[in-house]
């Protein structure tokens, strides 16, 4: 036994067992932060290192016992060749190659390191005494009859190899193979298949040589262009309204405040597709540009549509065949006329600019009301803009926002029975501010055309009103140590140059 630490220490270096530790350790150490795939096929290496000192062991022993250790040097050998093989192409191939921004395709890597271990083979082979490529020789009976029962294997393996040498499918593409087919994400090309994650959580195996035999459709790829996808959503409305209408009223919708996820460029398109029964078929064209939210950006897309003709008065079709079961009766029109009366006559009362009104004005104008509902998102006015309405908050909550880009800022909230609007209503002047839909909002509309008339048969109500709207502009504006005789002069004068301005909107004479 004493014998035996000299033989282990001769046939370590004999095996040059410390340059292959030493090799190890130093890929160890490029390693270290290296991908999990890397460290995976690092412990591999270890693995082959550890099996090679066990049969370097194993030989010593029986040097040390008189034993002659030709097969324990052999498998020895056989360990560290593959080992340096798996050292070989792990630094190569999975650590350096990457750092330079240069990746082989992984079927190349599997067939490089194919071919070393068949070479350890030969040699390990040749150091027995038998020669490998012989045996391979008189066997080709044997591999014919092997490549003709795995021949659909075999396609699918070339067909792999063609895929990673050409690169026609890479791994991040969405693909389907057809009408019917799984549509996924490419997760992985192995040997035998490619793998696809769905939008239903499902991984699914398509043989290669399937991929390679079919034609694969890549979704969203143009040479130069990011990654988008175009989708259609369908819609339909009453065959009787005006087609320009029709776009006229969802295309702004979509194209000034466009849903997540949907291309600013190229633009939406809306496009009127024919009249079938009963109905006129129209559809939103639009750009995804996350592949993988496909069904929740067309629900987003169907929201907007559907405000955005409800906005414009413009009915949904309804199929000729269906039959309607509830008893339309003078009563029921009568207590859903009221409702809505009810309704518009409270918004009205939320507004302290028609407090003054007499009952008859009053109801006129709740009769001139528009129904205004938007989406979340939607923004109701913009900063700058030109419109003569005053909109009145029913439901829901929304953003006021002033300036824009990197320099826009919320600066309040509107809630239900709030409204917005007044000046530009009485003025005309520009939006000072963008009011933005936080929730989905039901509002109440009042134009110029639907207050010019009330103002006509009352043309002194403009100074009633101008005082109001001066005083909430100067509840807003005025300094807090200004004396009350200031404050008392520059509303007088404010209220005269408002209540001038609210005269030449509305073309009333002065009296």
């Given at each position: 036994?004493?014998?035996?630490?000299?033989?282990?220490?001769?046939?370590?270096?004999?095996?040059?067992?410390?340059?292959?530790?030493?090799?190890?350790?130093?890929?160890?150490?490029?390693?270290r932060?290296?991908?999990?795939?890397?460290?995976y096929h690092?412990?591999?290496?270890?693995?082959?290192v550890?099996?090679?000192?066990?049969?370097?062991?194993?030989?010593?022993?029986?040097?040390?016992?008189?034993?002659?250790?030709?097969?324990?040097?052999?498998?020895?050998?056989?360990?560290?060749?593959?080992?340096?093989?798996?050292?070989?192409?792990?630094?190569?191939?999975?650590?350096?190659l990457?750092?330079?921004?240069?990746?082989?395709?992984?079927?190349?890597?599997?067939?490089?390191?194919?071919?070393?271990?068949?070479?350890?083979?030969i040699?390990?082979?040749?150091?027995?005494?038998?020669?490998?490529?012989?045996?391979?020789?008189?066997?080709?009976?044997?591999?014919?009859?092997?490549?003709?029962?795995?021949?659909?294997?075999?396609?699918s393996?070339?067909?792999?190899?063609?895929?990673?040498?050409?690169?026609s499918?890479?791994?991040?593409?969405?693909?389907?193979?057809?009408?019917?087919?799984?549509?996924?994400?490419?997760?992985?090309?192995?040997?035998?298949?490619?793998?696809?994650?769905?939008?239903?959580?499902?991984?699914?195996?398509?043989?290669?040589?399937?991929l390679?035999?079919?034609?694969v459709?890549?979704l969203?790829?143009?040479?130069?262009?990011?990654?988008?996808?175009?989708?259609?959503?369908?819609?339909?409305?009453d065959?009787?309204s005006?087609?320009?209408?029709v776009?006229?009223?969802v295309?702004?919708?979509?194209?000034?405040?466009?849903?997540?996820?949907?291309?600013?460029?190229?633009?939406?398109?809306?496009?009127?597709?024919?009249?079938?029964?009963s109905?006129?078929?129209?559809?939103?064209?639009?750009?995804?540009?996350?592949?993988?939210?496909?069904?929740?950006?067309?629900?987003?897309?169907?929201?907007?549509?559907?405000?955005?003709?409800?906005r414009?008065?413009?009915?949904?079709s309804?199929?000729?065949?269906?039959?309607?079961?509830?008893?339309e009766?003078?009563?029921?029109?009568?207590?859903?006329?009221?409702?809505e009366?009810?309704?518009?006559?409270?918004?009205l009362?939320?507004?302290?600019?028609?407090?003054?009104?007499?009952?008859?004005?009053?109801?006129?104008?709740c009769?001139?009301?528009?129904?205004?509902?938007?989406?979340?998102?939607?923004?109701?006015?913009?900063e700058?803009?030109?419109?003569?309405?005053?909109?009145?908050?029913?439901?829901?909550?929304?953003?006021?926002?002033?300036?824009?880009?990197?320099?826009?800022?919320?600066?309040?909230?509107?809630?239900?029975?709030q409204?917005?609007?007044?000046?530009?209503?009485?003025?005309?002047?520009?939006?000072?501010?963008?009011?933005?839909?936080?929730?989905?909002?039901?509002?109440?509309?009042?134009?110029?055309?639907?207050f010019?008339?009330?103002?006509?048969?009352?043309?002194?109500?403009?100074?009633?009103?101008?005082?109001?709207?001066?005083?909430r502009?100067?509840a807003?504006?005025?300094?807090?140590?200004?004396?009350?005789?200031?404050?008392?002069?520059?509303?007088?004068?404010?209220?005269?140059?408002?209540?001038?301005?609210?005269?030449?909107?509305?073309?009333?004479?002065?009296?």
């Open positions: 036994m004493t014998a035996f630490p000299s033989a282990l220490l001769e046939q370590l270096w004999d095996a040059r067992t410390p340059f292959v530790l030493l090799a190890y350790f130093v890929v160890a150490a490029l390693a932060r290296a991908r999990p795939l890397e460290r690092l412990r591999a290496a270890g693995t082959l550890v099996l090679h000192l066990i049969a370097c062991v194993v030989a010593a022993g029986q040097v040390a016992n008189g034993y002659e250790p030709r097969i324990a040097e052999l498998v020895a050998l056989a360990f560290e060749l593959l080992a340096i093989v798996s050292l070989g192409t792990t630094i190569v191939f999975r650590i350096l990457p750092r330079v921004g240069f990746t082989l395709p992984r079927i190349l890597i599997d067939i490089v390191t194919a071919v070393a271990v068949l070479v350890v083979f040699i390990v082979g040749k150091r027995a005494g038998f020669s490998v490529a012989g045996l391979i020789t008189t066997s080709a009976v044997l591999t014919a009859v092997i490549g003709f029962s795995l021949q659909d294997t075999l396609g393996v070339m067909g792999g190899l063609s895929l990673q040498m050409d690169k499918v890479t791994v991040g593409d969405w693909i389907t193979l057809g009408p019917g087919q799984p549509t996924g994400r490419v997760i992985e090309i192995r040997w035998r298949y490619t793998a696809i994650e769905t939008r239903a959580w499902e991984t699914v195996i398509i043989p290669n040589g399937m390679v035999k079919s034609q459709i890549i969203g790829r143009r040479i130069g262009e990011p990654r988008m996808a175009r989708r259609q959503v369908d819609f339909f409305v065959f009787r005006l087609p320009t209408q776009i006229g009223a295309l702004p919708a979509l194209r000034a405040d466009p849903v997540p996820r949907m291309a600013t460029e190229p633009v939406p398109q809306v496009l009127f597709i024919g009249v079938k029964d109905y006129a078929h129209y559809c939103v064209r639009y750009w995804l540009t996350d592949l993988e939210a496909d069904d929740p950006t067309d629900s987003a897309v169907r929201i907007r549509v559907w405000f955005a003709l409800r414009a008065g413009i009915p949904l309804i199929p000729a065949s269906t039959v309607f079961v509830t008893h009766t003078p009563e029921r029109e009568q207590r859903k006329t009221e409702d009366r009810a309704t518009r006559i409270t918004a009362a939320s507004v302290d600019l028609f407090g003054g009104l007499p009952e008859p004005m009053r109801e006129e104008l009769q001139q009301l528009a129904y205004m509902p938007f989406a979340a998102g939607e923004a109701v006015t913009r700058g803009d030109k419109d003569d309405g005053l909109y009145i908050l029913v439901a829901g909550e929304a953003a006021v926002r002033i300036g824009s880009g990197s320099e826009e800022r919320e600066v309040a909230r509107l809630g239900a029975g409204f917005f609007g007044e000046m530009s209503l009485m003025t005309g002047e520009a939006r000072t501010a963008s009011v933005i839909a936080t929730t989905d909002l039901v509002t109440y509309r009042i134009s110029k055309p639907a010019q008339a009330i103002l006509q048969d009352t043309p002194a109500m403009a100074d009633q009103i101008a005082e109001i709207l001066v005083m502009r100067t807003l504006s005025a300094a807090r140590d200004e004396q009350d005789g200031v404050r008392r002069s520059r509303m007088e004068s404010a209220k005269q140059d408002l209540a001038s301005k609210i005269r030449g909107f509305f073309g009333l004479e002065r009296n």
